[in-house]
């Protein structure tokens, strides 16, 4: 018998859940409460409008945080290695 494999309900995200969860554990700790719970109350009351609502304000909120973490491109690899030796002392000449 094969398991259905159930996906978070924030857009963009692709992490499974378990099966009484609208949200996955890794984007439960990053949505504030109000849009957690907002988005879990309209989907148990059956409010589909609103929980596409508020499924996209978390799609926003997710994908700012990502933009956030995102690497910077102004570090070079080159750059990232002469820093190193500069903080531990060794001389690149």
């Not at 924030?10 to 988005?39: F, M």
């Not at 596409?52 to 491109?73: C, F, M, V």
Request: some cysteine.
């Amino acid at each position: 018998m094969s398991r259905r494999q159930h996906i978070c309900d924030v857009p963009g995200c692709t992490h499974t859940r378990q099966r009484w969860q609208r949200i996955c554990d890794l984007c439960y700790p990053q949505l504030p409460s109000a849009i957690r719970n907002n988005l879990i109350r309209a989907h148990a009351e059956k409010r589909m409008a609103d929980w596409r609502s508020w499924k996209r304000r978390a799609g926003e909120i997710i994908a700012a945080r990502r933009a956030a973490r995102a690497p910077s491109t102004r570090w070079t690899s080159q750059s990232a290695f002469d820093l190193q030796a500069r903080m531990l002392g060794e001389r690149t000449d």
